[in-house]
């Protein structure tokens, strides 16, 4: 199915995830979509293996989580940030690596002070290789982190080869 893009997240400097100068991270892309939901597109290496040849299932934890955490900002009429209080993931397939992958999280439930999420990530062919589901804690980023956006450089990062539309 075809999903419009109405927007992209920014990237930062050194995050593991999303990072563009993080040489050993995933340099993920976020992508708001018309369904409410976000995407991350990433490309897994060799750096990000288990087994060999096999995404590491601390990887798949961590991007679903971010995934998740992250579509809170499409929604929320103010700047908030989640806090992960629980996660669970499920694994269902073996993850390649040098491919690129999808991740789709959307926001289920949510509270003044709470909101909860699902996402999947999935493989080049569409099949759904693991699951996730978090809770987290709103909080604005002043009371999380020293982080000073443009030193950390927080900045949508556009590129000729952003998608308009995406397909999972």
């Known amino acids: 199915m075809e999903h419009r893009v109405t927007g992209k997240q920014q990237n930062s400097k050194m995050c ?31 750096e990000h293996q288990s087994y060999p040849g096999r ?10 989580d971010e995934t998740i955490g992250r579509a809170i900002m499409m929604i929320s009429k103010e700047e908030v940030w989640g806090v992960t209080i629980e996660f669970t993931t499920r694994f269902k397939k073996q993850i390649p690596l040098n491919q690129e992958l999808r991740v ?18 999935l493989l080049p062919g569409g099949e759904v290789a693991a699951t996730g589901f978090g809770k987290y804690l ?9 982080f000073d956006p443009q030193a950390q ?15 999972f």
Do not use: Q
């Open 16 to 46: 593991f995830l999303c990072g563009l100068k993080n040489s050993f991270g995933l340099k993920a892309a976020f992508y708001e979509l018309e369904s409410n939901e976000l995407v991350c597109i990433f490309t897994p290496s060799n």
């Open 153 to 167: 450089e927080w900045k949508i990062t556009t590129k000729e080869t952003d998608p308009e539309i995406i397909s």
């Open 138 to 146: 709103r909080m604005p980023l002043d009371k999380i982190s020293d």
């Open 104 to 121: 789709v999280g959307r926001i289920t439930n949510e509270t003044s002070r709470t909101f909860e999420g699902t996402g999947e990530l």
């Open 55 to 64: 995404l590491h299932g601390g990887i798949t934890t961590a991007v679903l």
